[in-house]
């Protein structure tokens, strides 16, 4: 029933910017925390940011810390990633997650997602 689906991934260059969003669906967006998370071929999926369901809250991977911004729009049911200052290291597939339950957990410890996105391939050319 929940479901996220993500959108705006593609190709830039080196030390452009690019914006990927994510809308939820299945239950209500305001008492959902949401995520980021990146992951290379062959690797483990890795945290980027987060945002709290309950006071707005962010945390980000230190990697990307003052180079990619989390921000929600609850009315229109959407968290977005604002890229900027891109490296060809970002290259990945960006998925938006969520917890099992609402109005659950803590987003300091970059765990207890349940729902994930489809992914949306960011190419960062060098």
């Not at 690019?18 to 990146?38: E, P, Q």
């Not at 230190?62 to 970002?90: C, Y």
């Amino acid at each position: 029933q929940v479901q996220l689906v993500e959108a705006g991934g593609g190709l830039v260059q080196a030390g452009g910017s690019l914006r990927v969003s994510c809308t939820l669906s299945g239950r209500t967006f305001s008492d959902s925390s949401m995520a980021w998370f990146r992951q290379y071929p062959e690797k483990e999926r890795e945290f980027v940011a987060a945002i709290s369901w309950y006071d707005g809250s962010t945390d980000y991977a230190d990697s990307v810390k003052g180079r990619f911004t989390i921000s929600r729009v609850d009315a229109n049911n959407t968290v977005f990633l604002q890229m900027s200052t891109l490296k060809p290291e970002d290259t990945a597939v960006y998925y938006c997650a969520t917890p099992g339950s609402p109005r659950t957990m803590s987003i300091g410890t970059h765990k207890g997602y349940s729902y994930w996105g489809q992914g949306t391939q960011v190419t960062v050319s060098s």
